[in-house]
């Protein structure tokens, strides 16, 4: 039986476009030196830089390639303290990719102050709230374009007009809307950006740090020969670049093609999921939302049990970063669900690869093994 996969949010195929892109630095252009090879990869590197840039609009100087998003998190963010270390405070949201969570709780640790702002029902922060919790010591706010489990979207313009107004930094993982929303950084007053290639049709193991400060003001992670203006040293990956500015651009040409096709092949699957089963219900906002995301709950069905009757179509029951916990997801419990109802949820990731038949039968084998499944109870 043919695999459907619809796991996109975890990670995408990588277009054969890009594939093609990038071959020629594996073969041909692998210098790494002062000589004519070596130039022509380091040419390479730059014209990638700017097709990554162009995608948010940024100033291609203002761009740093790392391994990742969750690298360039940790790069800027600490970076950030070392750049203002009078300002101890941080506002962050409990949905956030646990590489956000994770590196706030090590700053918390160096004696930094948290504020948590709590989100609705759909999953967006309260922006009055955020205003009255901005303090003159405030490093940064930390809150995320699209979330990564639920595909709520949150209202970035009107966070960048708050931080903007009160001086303080705007840090954005644009990691899951990278591509199908229009980010332009300076419309959105947004300081500190981080995305990667593989959620966009590239290749894992390449990301970036979009600073609106001298890139070179910050504080390196990983000491060495100096590449990436001191601030990320190690052998820069530019077949990754390559490959990387390659998903960028199709995802610029192609945006409002893919949006609608995500768009479309989603309200098909709830249209024939929320027709069929009584106790299913969406988690996050319709309306705010991923064009690609559709995350459910089907009372009294366990997701574990659920994808392991569908092996062969690929759904996931949490974020990839934590697929090996037993752990109810953050982001559910903090959408106001119980653990145990949170256990009941399946996130399904729609790609631009999937098509319309893919979509009806997945809608008619989940019916089925859901009825399966409440019938032997």
């Not at 990320?232 to 199709?250: D, E, M, Y």
């Not at 098909?268 to 219900?281: A, F, K, P, V």
């Not at 999937?354 to 032997?376: G, H, Y």
Request: proline share 3%; glycine share 8%.
């Amino acid at each position: 039986m043919k695999e459907i996969y619809l796991d996109a949010h975890a990670s995408t195929p990588v277009d054969k476009e890009v594939i093609d892109a990038m071959m020629p630095f594996f073969t041909r252009y692998f210098g790494n030196g002062n000589h004519r090879n070596g130039w022509q990869a380091s040419q390479a590197l730059e014209i990638a830089r700017l097709e990554v840039a162009q995608l948010i609009g940024a100033y291609p100087g203002n761009i740093l390639f790392t391994s990742g998003a969750t690298e360039a998190i940790n790069t800027g963010l600490i970076g950030l303290a070392k750049l203002y270390p009078e300002k101890k405070h941080i506002i962050t949201q409990p949905t956030e990719h646990a590489a956000v969570l994770e590196t706030i709780k090590f700053l918390e640790k160096q004696g930094y102050e948290i504020s948590y702002l709590p989100v609705d029902a759909y999953g967006i922060i309260d922006t009055q709230a955020l205003e009255k919790t901005i303090a003159s010591n405030t490093l940064c706010v930390a809150v995320m374009l699209a979330n990564n489990e639920v595909g709520s979207v949150q209202p970035i313009k009107v966070i960048g007009k708050i931080c903007k107004a009160t001086g303080t930094k705007f840090f954005c993982d644009i990691t899951q809307g990278a591509g199908w929303y229009p980010v332009n950084i300076d419309m959105q007053n947004i300081d500190m950006a981080v995305f990667s290639a593989h959620k966009i049709y590239g290749p894992k193991g390449i990301g970036a740090l979009y600073c609106r400060d001298s890139i070179g003001n910050l504080h390196p992670l990983l000491h060495g020969g100096g590449q990436e203006k001191g601030v990320r040293s190690g052998t820069v990956n530019i077949p990754g670049a390559v490959g990387f500015a390659k998903a960028c651009a199709l995802m610029k040409e192609q945006r409002t093609r893919i949006t609608d096709h995500l768009l479309y092949l989603r309200t098909h699957l709830w249209h024939l999921l929320s027709s069929s089963l009584e106790e299913i219900t969406v988690n996050g906002s319709l309306e705010h939302r991923h064009p690609g995301n559709l995350n459910v709950r089907i009372k009294g069905v366990s997701s574990e049990s659920l994808i392991g009757k569908l092996p062969h179509i690929m759904l996931s029951n949490s974020s990839a970063c934590s697929s090996g916990s037993t752990k109810a997801s953050h982001v559910l419990t903090s959408l106001q669900l119980t653990e145990d109802q949170a256990k009941e949820c399946v996130r399904i990731g729609i790609s631009k690869y999937n098509t319309l038949e893919e979509i009806e039968f997945t809608a008619r084998k989940i019916i089925e093994t859901v009825n399966q499944l409440l019938n032997k109870k």
